[in-house]
């Protein structure tokens, strides 16, 4: 008897062969690495062969559902091969694999969320889950499958990443459960076989010459344009990483950056006021993404936010790895400048949206402050980035 477990193992060779299941029924591999269900069949005295689809457009429960019907036919003395098209249109039936119910689930669920936390979600699920198990029935789907699927994420891209990409699919697994689609959540299982995430502050160099230090550095690797400009706005700015990602030109007008509340952690619109520095890092950035709607975009497609890893990546690429990650620009900026500026403490938390612990004071103090942010944003662009080239030269500079 098969398993998809076997089936995904199965490498091709320079001749094609089999792999049989029962009832006639088995996997011809191709050299080409295509493998195609094939039914054994005898009519008529005449041995025959029925197509029923490839793997895994047809998964190998469909398969042997279509191998059961094609025995009734013949049981009923009909020839499976004259229904065939039906055959396959019943092998082939997707509702209830796991990307038909996750982008269900998606549907119901994005209304609710804010627009980068749903661009994350379906993003995550398009990159590490549905190429690996999307076409595979949420039945057939095993918790070493999913674990397979989930470590992989841990080891090429970070244990936060895998954590929330498990809690998405066991929601989708418990919203098929609750359609009538599945009957277990294997994702759940596997959370005992999982590392704890190890909570804490984010890493962050708060010492200006090593943060600047940290930047050259950063400016120097072969990397996307885009991705080195991305980090260099997001240091300006100390805004948190996900609102850069998805940042559109809609939101920009003159040298006020206003994030609406949607896209905010806190649920609260922000006006940040943009340096010198900051606006022709924007104009660098133009020249390669203003056709499109998104400022920094991912690299593959112009329309979808950058990946959440891109920055993270291209820190750990430095020397400075472990010690400093996009989130801790935010401290960097809290910790210098109020060093520099302690009289201007309040205004600091406000430049980085923070809420006062003090709800009375939260309610009652909402004097902006535009000019005094306009020059402290001025000056944490003088003191971080003095001496560094102009943005529009990091667009030369080697991709890796």
């Known amino acids: 008897m098969l398993s998809d477990a076997a089936i995904r193992r199965a490498k091709p060779q320079e001749a094609p062969y089999k792999l049989a299941d029962s009832g006639g029924l088995h996997l011809l591999v191709k050299p080409n690495g295509s493998r195609l269900w094939r039914v054994k069949y005898r009519f008529g005295g005449k041995e025959k062969l029925l197509s029923i689809g490839a793997y895994p457009e047809v998964s190998l429960a469909g398969a042997r559902q279509a191998r059961d019907s094609a025995k009734t036919e013949l049981r009923d003395g009909r020839d499976p091969a004259l229904t065939k098209k039906q055959r396959r249109a019943e092998a082939a039936c997707t509702k209830n694999h796991l990307r038909a119910v996750g982008e269900s689930w998606l549907k119901i669920k994005a209304p609710g969320w804010s627009e980068i936390h749903a661009q994350n979600v379906a993003y995550t699920l398009d990159r590490f889950v549905w190429p690996k198990l999307g076409n595979i029935p949420v039945t057939d789907i095993t918790p070493p499958m999913v674990l397979e699927v989930i470590e992989g994420i841990g080891r090429s891209n970070s244990p936060d990443t895998a954590r929330r990409v498990r809690q998405r699919l066991s929601a989708i697994f418990t919203y098929g459960i609750a359609c009538g689609l599945g009957n277990a959540d294997p994702a759940a299982v596997i959370k005992e076989a999982l590392p704890p995430l190890q909570k804490g502050n984010f890493p962050a160099i708060t010492d200006l010459a090593r943060l600047r230090e940290l930047l050259r550095e950063v400016e120097s690797i072969p990397a996307h344009p885009i991705t080195v400009l991305a980090i260099r706005f997001l240091a300006l700015t100390a805004v948190r990483p996900g609102e850069v990602r998805a940042m559109p030109w809609t939101e920009l007008e003159g040298d006020v950056w206003a994030i609406p509340k949607e896209r905010m952690k806190m649920r609260r619109g922000h006006a940040v006021f943009l340096s010198r520095q900051a606006q022709e890092t924007l104009e ?117």
Request: charged share 25%.
């Open 284 to 400: 660098a950035a133009r020249s390669l993404t203003g056709r499109g709607p998104i400022v920094f975009p991912n690299a593959r497609w112009s329309h979808r936010p950058m990946s959440e890893n891109a920055m993270s990546v291209l820190l750990k690429r430095t020397s400075f790895s472990g010690l400093h990650v996009p989130h801790g620009f935010r401290s960097s900026f809290s910790s210098i400048m109020n060093e520099r500026h302690p009289q201007d403490r309040a205004i600091i938390d406000q430049m980085l949206a923070h809420v006062s612990q003090n709800k009375v004071e939260a309610i009652y103090n909402r004097s902006e402050h535009k000019e005094r942010k306009r020059e402290l944003a001025q000056d944490w662009a003088d003191i971080l980035l003095d001496g560094f080239c102009a943005p529009a030269d990091l667009l030369k500079k080697a991709r890796r």
